[in-house]
């Protein structure tokens, strides 16, 4: 494999036996292409794995990317007619992945390498970066930039801690200088403006932000991001980039929801960049207050970045209080009350989507017309939820309203998605400040863990009931979902998976739903075959590997 260049062929006689050829995966978002078609490589052609051509199929003219270069006998092979861009979209080690990604994710190789691929043709690549880099500072993750800028692998680790500081950015100065590329990957776009700002403090034109709006935009950070020493931030499309000669990723948060695609494929960032580090050969670090139970079940080593993961927690016992006092206890309405006499210091109190209202009305009464609001509002408090805390601002004091009925909120992944919300409460204190939870159990594990600033407990134990549950990480699952007109076929191929139980179906809007559970390496393949079948059906399918919600 590697770049072809015009030059001698194989012959007897003076007759060819064969030619430079490519094998070329259509860009046709179905399963029936996947293997790809040989084509003959013209003598005025340079092509490489990963470069996107223009190939003939079917009568017409479609562009496809190379998966691989070798000769061929050149009877019955038609031309590339062109190639389109002017620099390979991934690379032998990153197709490996991305095949990887089309099997698990049981999705079209097309569908998969167009994740890869910026929106437009790529360019020229840009100059090299050439801020000079400051001296590394002292951090956690500074050990595996060093690593990385040596070309060392380094085990992946589970950074524990509030990564919001930023400071540990500093610590990324010794891959870059080393001509390493290193990427951080946020759950949002807001988040990576927030990355990139303080990081172009520090690096300058080092840093590459990448947009999620504009084509042009996009393509041209995709460009730049394959220049040397260049610091990449950016949403998840990044765990699916070529960034150049990539030395570290950092994925911020990675088991935050949007971390994973909604729709086929449902591409999940961590296990993309798991898979590419061990493909390609990079660092990774997964940076948060909260690990995922899968980074722990796969043995990342945890590194505490400081002492708590989170500011310090006040526990509000209620059990002891009558029925009827309301839904905010008087020790955090007077904690209120005294804040209202700090100017500028405000609060934000996180409640049951259903409770905003109430809360906000229950505080105007207590402390006065105006004194809190729905999220941003409020003179001295504003009330939202969990969506609210992605844009939420520093503030002096955070309040859950109650923290019992969060760890059975959200199916099986409740008990960790409690810790991992709270614990963002936690860090939208301001230095100094406090977060209060009120609670009618004060020696929950959940309680106990707010209060020690410590989630790893917690979550082995969550990890270990999963385990006796005969569920993810200790249980392959995944989620099949049909839309359209009914056909009775469906329950029957799906029924006659091998190694698997099904569960189900389970009546959605317009559909149904199975769950799959068990050694899925067996099913993964006729699934294939099944999901294309059933759309030359005209049914809508849709797999989720790695489901979240059952």
């Given at each position: 494999?590697?770049?072809?260049?015009?030059?001698?062929?194989?012959?007897?006689?003076?007759?060819?036996?064969?030619?430079?050829?490519?094998?070329?995966?259509?860009?046709?978002?179905?399963?029936?292409v996947d293997g790809g078609f040989w084509y003959r490589i013209p003598e005025h052609l340079e092509v490489t794995v990963g470069s996107q051509v223009r190939v003939p199929l079917s009568g017409r003219r479609v562009r496809g990317w190379v998966v691989e270069v070798g000769t061929r006998p050149p009877a019955k092979l038609k031309d590339i007619a062109g190639v389109s861009?002017?620099?390979?979209?991934?690379?032998?080690?990153?197709?490996?992945?991305?095949?990887?990604?089309?099997?698990?994710?049981?999705?079209?190789?097309?569908?998969?390498?167009?994740?890869?691929?910026?929106?437009?043709?790529?360019?020229?690549?840009?100059?090299?970066?050439?801020?000079?880099?400051?001296?590394?500072?002292?951090?956690?993750?500074?050990?595996?930039?060093?690593?990385?800028?040596?070309?060392?692998?380094?085990?992946?680790?589970?950074?524990?801690?509030?990564?919001?500081?930023?400071?540990?950015?500093?610590?990324?100065?010794?891959?870059?200088?080393?001509?390493?590329?290193?990427?951080?990957?946020?759950?949002?776009?807001?988040?990576?403006?927030?990355?990139?700002?303080?990081?172009?403090?520090?690096?300058?034109?080092?840093?590459?932000?990448?947009?999620?709006e504009d084509d042009k935009a996009i393509t041209d950070a995709w460009m730049a991001a394959q220049r040397p020493g260049s610091l990449v931030v950016g949403p998840p499309r990044l765990a699916c980039w070529r960034m150049g000669d990539v030395g570290l990723v950092v994925v911020l948060e990675e088991g935050r929801r949007v971390m994973k695609d909604r729709q086929t494929?449902?591409?999940?960032?961590?296990?993309?960049?798991?898979?590419?580090?061990?493909?390609?050969?990079?660092?990774?670090?997964?940076?948060?207050?909260?690990?995922?139970?899968?980074?722990l079940a796969a043995g990342a080593t945890v590194v505490k970045a400081t002492r708590r993961a989170w500011a310090p927690v006040e526990i509000v016992d209620r059990s002891g209080e009558p029925p009827g006092e309301g839904l905010l206890a008087e020790r955090v309405v007077g904690a209120l009350r005294r804040l209202g006499r700090e100017a500028g210091d405000r609060a934000?109190?996180?409640?049951?989507?259903?409770?905003?209202?109430?809360?906000?009305?229950?505080?105007?009464?207590?402390?006065?017309?105006?004194?809190?609001?729905?999220?941003?509002?409020?003179?001295?408090?504003?009330?939202?939820?969990?969506?609210?805390?992605?844009?939420?601002?520093?503030?002096?004091?955070?309040?859950?309203?109650?923290?019992?009925?969060?760890?059975?909120?959200?199916?099986?992944?409740?008990?960790?998605?409690?810790?991992?919300?709270?614990?963002?409460?936690?860090?939208?204190?301001?230095?100094?400040?406090?977060?209060?939870?009120?609670?009618?159990?004060?020696?929950?594990?959940?309680?106990?863990?707010?209060?020690?600033?410590?989630?790893?407990?917690?979550?082995?134990?969550?990890?270990?009931?999963?385990?006796?549950?005969?569920?993810?990480?200790?249980?392959?699952?995944?989620?099949?979902?049909?839309?359209?007109?009914?056909?009775?076929?469906?329950?029957?191929?799906?029924?006659?998976?091998?190694?698997?139980?099904?569960?189900?179906?389970?009546?959605?809007?317009?559909?149904?739903?199975?769950?799959?559970?068990?050694?899925?390496?067996?099913?993964?393949?006729?699934?294939?075959?099944?999901?294309?079948?059933?759309?030359?059906?005209?049914?809508?399918?849709?797999?989720?590997?790695?489901?979240?919600?059952?």
């Amino acid at each position: 494999m590697g770049t072809h260049r015009p030059g001698g062929r194989d012959q007897v006689g003076g007759r060819s036996l064969t030619t430079p050829a490519a094998r070329v995966v259509p860009n046709v978002p179905t399963f029936s292409v996947d293997g790809g078609f040989w084509y003959r490589i013209p003598e005025h052609l340079e092509v490489t794995v990963g470069s996107q051509v223009r190939v003939p199929l079917s009568g017409r003219r479609v562009r496809g990317w190379v998966v691989e270069v070798g000769t061929r006998p050149p009877a019955k092979l038609k031309d590339i007619a062109g190639v389109s861009g002017e620099a390979p979209v991934f690379d032998t080690a990153m197709l490996r992945s991305l095949e990887w990604a089309s099997i698990h994710y049981v999705a079209p190789l097309a569908v998969v390498l167009s994740k890869a691929t910026p929106p437009n043709l790529p360019r020229r690549i840009p100059k090299a970066p050439v801020h000079e880099v400051p001296e590394s500072a002292a951090h956690p993750i500074r050990v595996v930039a060093e690593a990385s800028a040596r070309g060392k692998r380094h085990p992946a680790i589970a950074l524990v801690g509030p990564w919001r500081r930023l400071e540990w950015l500093a610590a990324l100065g010794t891959a870059l200088g080393a001509g390493r590329n290193v990427a951080v990957i946020t759950a949002t776009a807001a988040e990576a403006e927030e990355v990139s700002g303080k990081a172009m403090e520090l690096f300058g034109d080092r840093v590459v932000l990448v947009p999620t709006e504009d084509d042009k935009a996009i393509t041209d950070a995709w460009m730049a991001a394959q220049r040397p020493g260049s610091l990449v931030v950016g949403p998840p499309r990044l765990a699916c980039w070529r960034m150049g000669d990539v030395g570290l990723v950092v994925v911020l948060e990675e088991g935050r929801r949007v971390m994973k695609d909604r729709q086929t494929p449902t591409i999940h960032v961590r296990e993309m960049v798991r898979t590419r580090a061990r493909a390609e050969g990079f660092n990774a670090v997964f940076f948060g207050p909260t690990p995922s139970v899968e980074t722990l079940a796969a043995g990342a080593t945890v590194v505490k970045a400081t002492r708590r993961a989170w500011a310090p927690v006040e526990i509000v016992d209620r059990s002891g209080e009558p029925p009827g006092e309301g839904l905010l206890a008087e020790r955090v309405v007077g904690a209120l009350r005294r804040l209202g006499r700090e100017a500028g210091d405000r609060a934000f109190i996180l409640a049951n989507r259903k409770l905003v209202d109430q809360v906000v009305d229950e505080l105007n009464r207590r402390l006065g017309r105006g004194a809190a609001a729905p999220q941003p509002g409020g003179v001295i408090a504003s009330v939202g939820t969990e969506r609210d805390l992605a844009t939420l601002d520093p503030v002096r004091l955070t309040v859950a309203s109650t923290i019992d009925f969060m760890p059975g909120a959200a199916g099986y992944r409740g008990e960790e998605e409690a810790i991992r919300v709270l614990a963002r409460l936690g860090n939208a204190v301001l230095s100094g400040g406090r977060m209060m939870a009120q609670t009618s159990d004060a020696s929950s594990p959940l309680a106990d863990a707010l209060r020690r600033g410590d989630p790893i407990p917690y979550l082995e134990r969550v990890l270990a009931e999963r385990a006796r549950q005969g569920m993810p990480p200790a249980r392959e699952m995944l989620a099949v979902e049909v839309r359209g007109e009914h056909d009775p076929r469906v329950e029957e191929e799906i029924g006659r998976l091998e190694a698997v139980d099904v569960f189900g179906p389970a009546e959605i809007e317009e559909g149904r739903r199975w769950l799959l559970a068990g050694r899925l390496d067996r099913a993964r393949p006729r699934l294939r075959e099944l999901a294309g079948i059933w759309r030359e059906r005209g049914i809508t399918v849709r797999i989720d590997a790695d489901p979240i919600d059952f």
